[in-house]
């Protein structure tokens, strides 16, 4: 019966908070792993102590899974049972005072401007059609120059790129809607694919074959490029470009184009905004990415550094 309760919840956080899918996706296999948990100690949610739940954490613990994850495995029981608090299944929440482990702070990983003209260099080769290398520099440029978020990227309407525009109405987490400018090289790369994109549509609705609202359309089953698609590209192209695979992600262009802005003067209030980010302080990272390098510039370049210290 308790089980149960996961469906209700997802139900109800889709529809109150507008959550992203892969959120909806990752409550579901927490609470699933959390539910299994508390059957085989003969348990279920309406039953579970804080106890339990403190149990439960320290078997995540001795399973080796990272302080992140156990973290967002907490998270998700205290959404559960804040929830169950609030619709009457329970009458207390057991995990209302629990204490996760904390995110350990680390610094994203970025690229070089040179590392990312590298990639825009091996997305132009990119691909056995002509048509396929229009489209990599065409996602790779966006990418790049708008620091979208890749699920933001594949899911573009191809309504908002009509017309040449100068900025793009981006829909971002909780459906939240923002506009990104364009650079003058994303935009020639967005009209090259436009327009092969739009002969492609054309020859395929002569075969009866319907329009694709997205920009990146493709034969999967969510209609458009999918993020593991193009996570695969940008892989390849980093092992083109001579960059080791491992430093690169669809993540790490996003933090480069924070980091690049930040370095180039940019305010950190327009890149809170560029990025969609609903803290401040979550944009702040990156004034520690620029000081990290410019602190291994100087110790690393200046002349009268003092070497012992490196």
């Excluded at 296999?29 to 059957?39: S, V």
Aim: aromatic residues 6%; hydrophobic residues 40%; proline residues 5%.
């Amino acid at each position: 019966m308790s089980r149960r309760w996961i469906g209700r919840f997802l139900e109800a956080h889709a529809a109150e908070l507008d959550a992203a899918f892969n959120t909806q996706l990752a409550y579901g296999r927490d609470l699933k792993d959390f539910h299994d948990w508390l059957e085989r100690k003969g348990r279920g949610f309406d039953t579970a102590s804080r106890a339990d739940i403190e149990a439960y954490l320290v078997h995540c613990d001795a399973q080796g899974l990272a302080a992140a994850t156990r973290a967002r495995r907490l998270a998700s029981i205290r959404q559960l049972y804040r929830f169950a608090f609030e619709e009457g299944l329970r009458a207390d929440n057991p995990a209302i005072r629990l204490k996760g482990p904390g995110k350990p702070k680390t610094l994203p990983k970025s690229l070089t401007e040179a590392e990312v003209t590298g990639l825009l260099d091996a997305a132009r080769r990119h691909g056995r059609s002509e048509s396929e290398r229009v489209r990599a520099t065409a996602m790779m440029e966006l990418l790049y120059a708008t620091g979208l978020r890749v699920s933001e990227l594949v899911t573009l309407p191809v309504a908002a790129a009509r017309g040449d525009p100068q900025v793009l109405l981006v829909r971002g987490k909780g459906s939240k809607e923002r506009l990104v400018p364009l650079s003058r090289p994303a935009r020639d790369a967005l009209d090259a694919w436009l327009t092969a994109r739009d002969a492609a549509e054309t020859e395929a609705q002569a075969r009866g074959t319907r329009p694709s609202p997205y920009l990146f359309p493709s034969r999967s089953k969510s209609g458009h490029v999918t993020r593991q698609a193009f996570f695969a590209m940008v892989k390849t192209l980093a092992v083109d470009s001579g960059i080791d695979p491992a430093n690169v992600t669809p993540h790490t262009l996003r933090h480069a184009f924070a980091t690049h802005l930040l370095e180039h003067g940019a305010d950190l209030r327009a890149i809170q905004i560029l990025l969609g980010h609903a803290d401040l302080s979550t944009t702040e990272i990156y004034t520690h990415v620029v000081e990290t390098r410019l602190k291994d510039l100087v110790l690393n370049h200046h002349p009268l550094a003092d070497r012992d210290s490196r």
